[in-house]
């Protein structure tokens, strides 16, 4: 059974930082990407960056290029989300990714991040 286990969410004021982390637990082999997406509330689950684990190719979205900075550690199977300069639009549950050969997409269970302005 796989899992992904995320944490770092939390209240920030706006211009705060918050670091979050997945960390992927269980018969974890064949990862192809690694990432984050976000759904705020009334608001479909979008795309925030993404890892690939092969390659090191890093996606982000527009919306957080130059403030959001997702990082790796492949031996521990784990991604982080470096959030600066967070702005209350940034306020959602944000969900974990992870992408295996398939493909089959597994999905944290959420960690909320509030911005307050």
């Known amino acids: 059974q796989v899992q992904l286990v995320e944490s770092g969410g939390g209240l920030v004021q706006a211009g705060g930082s918050l670091r979050l982390s997945c960390a992927a637990s269980?018969?974890?082999?064949?990862?192809?990407?690694m990432g984050w997406y976000r759904q705020a509330p009334g608001k479909e689950r979008e795309f925030v960056a993404r890892?690939?684990?092969?390659?090191?190719?890093?996606l982000y979205s527009d919306s957080v290029k130059g403030r959001f900075t997702i990082s790796r550690d492949i031996y521990k199977n784990t991604v982080y989300l470096q959030m600066n300069d967070l702005g209350p639009e940034d306020t959602a549950e944000y969900y974990c990714n992870m992408v295996v050969a398939g493909p089959v997409n597994y999905w944290g269970q959420g960690t909320q991040v509030t911005v307050s302005s």
């Open positions: 890892f690939r684990w092969s390659g090191h190719e890093i």
């Open positions: 269980g018969r974890v082999s064949g990862i192809y990407a």
